[in-house]
C-alpha cells in the first residue's frame, strides 16, 4: 500500500507553538496550501479539524474527501495555550506531559495512546487494496506517530520526528511491516 500523510498548513496557533484548537489556516497557511502540487490520490481521507479540511480543500480544489483520518491528540484544556504558559501555571504537569509517554494534558490523551491509536488505524488499512494511492491530511503529530510506528521507535519516538506544516510523509507497506520512503515539504 501507498500511503501519503500531509500535514495541514499553518494556523495562529502553529505559528506561535500553541496547542492546537479546532482553528482555521491563517492567511499564509491559506496561500501555502494553495501553491502546493500534489498527484491525484485514488483515496483521500481527512482528519475532521477544520485545518485539515481547509487544507485538503486547498490542496485538491474539488476533491470529495473519501473518509475521515485519524485526528490529531486532544488537547483538552491546553487547547490553544502556548508551552511557556503551561510552564509557568503547572510545571509538573508539562514536564510529566514531555518525559512520560502516558502523560496527558488535563481532559486530553497522551503520546503512547497517540501512538496506539495511529498504528491501529494504520494497520487496519486494506494492504490488498491495489487502488493506487492513499492520501491523509492530518496533524503534524499524526504524522510523527505514523513515522515512529513505522520505524518501531515506540512513543519516546515522536519527539524525535520533526514535521512542519504542509510536510508529506510517503509510507509503503501493510499491517505489521511499514517503511518510511520519504518526509520532506509538500512540493510547491
Known amino acids: 500500500m501507498r500511503l ?5 498548513a499553518a494556523t495562529a496557533a502553529s505559528r506561535q507553538a500553541r496547542f492546537p484548537a479546532d482553528e482555521p489556516l491563517d492567511d499564509g497557511g491559506r496561500r501555502a496550501a494553495g501553491s502546493v502540487s500534489l498527484a491525484a490520490p485514488d483515496r483521500l481521507w481527512c482528519a475532521p479539524a477544520r485545518r485539515c479540511r481547509e487544507t485538503a480543500a486547498l490542496v485538491l480544489p474539488g476533491r ?3 473518509g475521515d ?3 490529531g491528540p486532544a488537547s483538552g484544556a491546553w487547547a490553544g495555550r502556548a508551552p511557556g504558559e503551561l510552564a509557568a501555571e503547572d510545571p509538573a504537569a508539562l514536564q510529566a506531559w514531555m518525559t512520560d509517554p502516558d502523560g496527558a494534558p488535563p481532559g486530553g490523551e497522551s503520546l503512547a495512546a497517540l501512538l496506539a491509536r495511529v498504528a491501529g488505524w494504520m494497520d487496519g488499512l486494506d494492504a ?3 487502488r493506487g494511492l492513499a492520501l491523509a491530511v492530518v496533524d503534524p503529530p499524526v504524522v510523527r506517530a505514523a513515522v515512529a510506528h513505522a520505524l518501531g521507535a515506540g512513543p519516546a519516538g515522536l519527539w524525535r520526528v520533526d514535521v512542519a506544516p504542509l510536510t508529506l510523509a510517503v509510507l509503503t ?3 505489521g511491516r511499514w517503511n518510511l520512503r520519504a518526509l520532506a515539504p509538500a512540493s510547491g
Open 128 to 130: 490488498d487494496d491495489d
Open 69 to 71: 483520518a485519524p485526528a
Open 173 to 175: 507497506g501493510r499491517a
Open 4 to 8: 501519503h500523510l500531509l500535514t495541514h
Open 64 to 66: 470529495a474527501v473519501d
